[in-house]
């Protein structure tokens, strides 16, 4: 049996998700209030949120799920920001797709 880490076990119980859950939601805020001060700050702050959110949440998962199917440019500028592992093999597979002599 492999064993989890001390994050997935903590992530277990109700309570520790859902304070997980709002410290997302606190993150993806304080992102909207320092978005205009100089720096990165906002690039970096909210997606750490909003996969904070993501892995919390199931209600976050199918609002995200519903906003990627109607705004896929967005949806793809997320996914790569978020560096999501399903982002990367679409990419993967696209370009497969593209290459020139594939059938």
């Known amino acids: 049996m492999a064993k989890r880490s001390l994050y997935q076990r903590l992530r277990s119980t109700a309570q520790v998700r859902l304070i997980l859950f709002g410290t997302g939601i606190l993150l993806m805020i304080v ?59 679409r990419r993967k597979l696209r370009s497969r797709e593209n290459l020139p002599g594939g059938d």
């Not at 100089?38 to 904070?52: A, E, H, N, W, Y």
């Not at 896929?72 to 990367?88: E, I």
């Open 31 to 89: 992102a909207v209030i320092i978005g205009p001060l100089p720096g990165p700050g906002f690039i970096v702050v909210f997606p750490v949120g909003l996969m904070l959110c993501l892995q919390n949440s199931a209600w976050a998962k199918r609002i995200y799920v519903r906003f990627k199917r109607r705004h896929p440019r967005y949806a793809a500028w997320t996914d790569r920001v978020m560096q999501r592992a399903s982002a990367a093999r």
